[in-house]
């Protein structure tokens, strides 16, 4: 059974930091690249960050640049986003994403809330 389970959200000052983890199960996570994504109230769903099967590479929206940063862990099948300098803006659910190199197979976590407030 794949599952996704992210951990980590919550409420968070602005300027603060906060550190989603991503525990992945029931599939061959290092052979999927990992994203995550996020939907704030009233919006579509967004790419924030995305990682290669092997780490090699990282892509992030121009909104989260020089502020986030993804990366995996393939021992411990595990993707981190650590988010630093958080913003009012940031506040939305944020979801980690698992595909296959030829976009064919994709699931998907629960999501966590992460609320960027003073």
């Known amino acids: 059974q794949v599952q996704l389970v992210e951990s980590g959200g919550g409420l968070v000052q602005p300027g603060g930091s906060l550190r989603l983890s991503c525990a992945a199960s029931g599939f061959s996570f290092s052979f999927y690249n990992m994203r995550w994504h996020r939907q704030a109230p009233g919006k579509e769903r967004e790419l924030v960050a995305s990682?290669?099967?092997?780490?090699?590479?990282?892509t992030y929206a121009d909104s989260v640049k020089g502020r986030f940063v993804i990366s995996r862990d393939n021992a411990k099948n595990t993707v981190l986003l650590q988010m630093n300098n958080l913003k009012p803006e940031d506040t939305a659910v944020y979801y980690c994403n698992a595909r296959d190199a030829a976009g064919r197979l994709d699931y998907w976590g629960q999501g966590t809330q992460v609320t960027v407030s003073s």
């Open positions: 990682i290669t099967s092997v780490g090699l590479s990282t």
